[in-house]
Nanobody, 118 residues
Framework: QVHLVESGGGLVQAGGSLRLSCTTSRSIFSFDAMGWYRQAPGNQRDLVAL???????SYADSVKGRFTISRDAAKNTVHLQMNSLEPEDTAVYYCNAANFSPNRSDYWGQGTQVTVSS
């Protein structure tokens, strides 16, 4: 069984920064990708950023240049550094670990609230 534990959410003013962390009960290399999704009230859960097993990152257009995903393999942890936060970034952020073959399987953290005040 896979456990993902998130930390680092909170309340911040617009323009501020937060860093989210996600620690997994397995090696991060046991997943094809790890990443962060977010869900605002009334909206679907959308991808924010992910990093593949080989270390290639990708980002949603709305966060490019502001957010950075990184990983610490020794600690089985993936981080999301969020800078220049905007009120539109307010959402519950979920850590995700995924395998793509033979069928896609997803594992989720419990979610952490990020609130950006204007």
């Amino acid at each position: 069984q896979v456990h993902l534990v998130e930390s680092g959410g909170g309340l911040v003013q617009a323009g501020g920064s937060l860093r989210l962390s996600c620690t997994t009960s397995r090696s991060i290399f046991s997943f094809d990708a790890m990443g962060w999704y977010r869900q605002a009230p009334g909206n679907q859960r959308d991808l924010v950023a992910l990093v593949t097993k080989r270390g290639y990152p990708s980002y949603a257009d709305s966060v490019k240049g502001r957010f950075t995903i990184s990983r610490d393999a020794a600690k089985n942890t993936v981080h999301l550094q969020m800078n220049s936060l905007e009120p539109e970034d307010t959402a519950v952020y979920y850590c995700n670990a995924a395998n793509f073959s033979p069928n896609r399987s997803d594992y989720w953290g419990q979610g952490t609230q990020v609130t950006v005040s204007s």
